[in-house]
């Protein structure tokens, strides 16, 4: 067959590709034989969207592919798939090294060579993503995407979904182990969102793993894919690509007999989130596999982002960003709960408010980022004080505690010592007022107390020592 007469007849960019049978049944050199004008004019176009993305500017003939992109093994899959297997090959997807879409598809054709097999492979590029591209596919992929959307939307607990739906991705895959690893680039921090293993008793747990130093793993995937759009590793070649690639993951993974491993990241907004992996899965359902994940882990990252997001919108509300304690905000929120009904009142608790003598002395004296660290340190003392108690951040230098099912002696040995340590002018300083109630009363009788007791403790402290009184 006169191959560059033949792709020459395809107006969309289109090329020919061979590659090489191995008698073990692998394969050897992948090459791209021939090319139309559309094809050849996205590798040497310099205006070409593509063209900043080639490895080579100048397309010849017969020459192996990795000659213009980075050996990509989720490429090298499609073709043996599409020239040897004869499968059509239809995939849309956005590798990271490339700044566009890509829709493509490989044809088998046929080979009087027996060494040999011979695909085309036609592509088409969009800067922004179809929906339409995106949503056509096979009715099992679909149909395993929305039972996962489903899922997703549905949920009042977003933990107990996604292990859920990590269950049902390990059963697609065959896998033997599944899960969903969050990254904190920042922080250098991952953690296991979901996981699902086949055999419990067999399979360690993906937390057995994380330890000192997992990190800089996890931060080597992103190399490890090479600008592709995953990384799917399924036989003894493709683990020697690994090793090359990554040499201390592979020895990991060889250590814990791993065989094979899918590795998708999460992504939104260019931005990675974490990882969806599995190991052991069944090879013979990769394509599927591939298509599926392809798609479900673009909808699971958008709920993992929308999940961060509220809780950053929670913490933002509740959370007090100088001390690290709850908030009034927080504090106002506690309390409508209990007097509403929403939450269980308590039937034995303790109010505790403190009131951090000096504050403003500080601010005066030697400025408020010294104010600020006394602020801290009295929220510190605090916690390790009353380390069963909800703390609040009540006001400028007030702070309230609620201790639940705590007994009112270890209060008040706790009160006491503290009011006591507060006569010390080299210690942070508080003025106490504790109210304790075991009969369930209204818990805004208790605060009124308290506070009152605060007060009181306030004028006696400053009428002992009226030198430290806030003028």
Known sequence: MDFQEYVDKFEPMTCIISIEK??????????????????????????????????????VPNSPYEKYIPKDLNFEDCVYNAAIKKKIMHTYIHPERYDFWINMVMMPLASDDPKMGYCSYSQELTIKSNADMMANTSAETASAVIKTCIKLRSTDNFRETMNEVIRDIR???????????????????????????????????MDYYIHEGFFDIVESWRDTIAGSSCLIIQSEKDMQVLKERNPIWHASLIEAEVNSVVLFPLKHNNEILGYIWAVDFDTSQTSKIKDTLEITSYFIASEIANYQLLNKLEILSSVDLLTGIYNRNAMNNRIYRFTSGKDPAPQCFGIIFADLNGLKQKNDEEGHVEGDKLLKGAAALLQETFPECEIYRAGGDEFM????????????????????????????????GLYFDDKGNDIRIAMRTADERMYEDKKRFYGKYPERKRR
């Open 171 to 205: 059963e697609l895959c065959g896998a033997e182990q599944c899960c969903i690893l969050l990254a904190d680039f920042e922080e250098g921090t991952c953690s296991v969102l979901a996981e699902d293993l086949l055999d419990k008793n067999r399979t360690k747990h």
């Open 401 to 432: 505690l609620i201790a639940i099912d705590v007994c009112e002696k270890t209060l008040s040995e706790r009160v006491e010592k503290l009011r006591k340590d507060s006569e010390c002018p080299d210690n942070i300083s508080f003025a106490l």
């Open 22 to 59: 191995l008698e073990n049944g692998e394969y050897g050199e992948i090459r791209l034989v021939a090319g139309n004008k559309a094809y050849v004019d996205s590798i040497e176009n310099p205006h070409h969207v593509s063209a900043s993305s080639m490895l080579n500017n100048k397309f």
